[in-house]
């Protein structure tokens, strides 16, 4: 059975950082690609990051490039995703997500595998 438990989430000033974890069970980062997604009040889940190591690719949504970086420790089997200069626009409930494939997807349905979610406030 595959399960991922994120964690992390928080209050932070805008320009602050703030690390997520994702801890995976049930699956290898060899075999799925793993990614981040996020959802704010009143809009639809956006797929922040992911992370394919079979493909040795990592994607970014535009609005987060150069800011946030998504990596894993397969000894840990562990996904984090660090998030530096957070604006309020950040602010959302974070979910790590995984498809039922090596290679990353664009879109929430492609994600048969989700954690819990972790929230995220940005203060101005």
């Known amino acids: 059975e595959v399960q991922l438990q994120a964690s992390g989430g928080g209050l932070v000033q805008a320009g602050g950082s703030l690390r997520l974890s994702c801890v995976a069970s049930?699956?290898?980062?060899?075999?799925?690609?793993i990614a981040w997604f996020r959802q704010a009040p009143g809009k639809e889940r956006e797929r922040v990051a992911c992370?394919?190591?079979?493909?040795?690719?990592?994607e970014y949504t535009d609005s987060v490039e150069g800011r946030f970086a998504i990596s894993s420790d397969n000894a840990k089997n562990m996904v984090y995703l660090q998030m530096n200069n957070l604006k309020p626009e950040d602010t959302a409930v974070y979910y790590c997500a995984a498809p039922s494939h090596y290679y990353c997807a664009d879109y929430a349905d492609d994600y048969h595998y989700w954690g819990q979610g972790t929230l995220v406030t940005v203060s101005s």
């Open positions: 992370l394919s190591e079979t493909d040795g690719t990592t």
């Open positions: 049930g699956l290898t980062f060899d075999d799925y690609a």
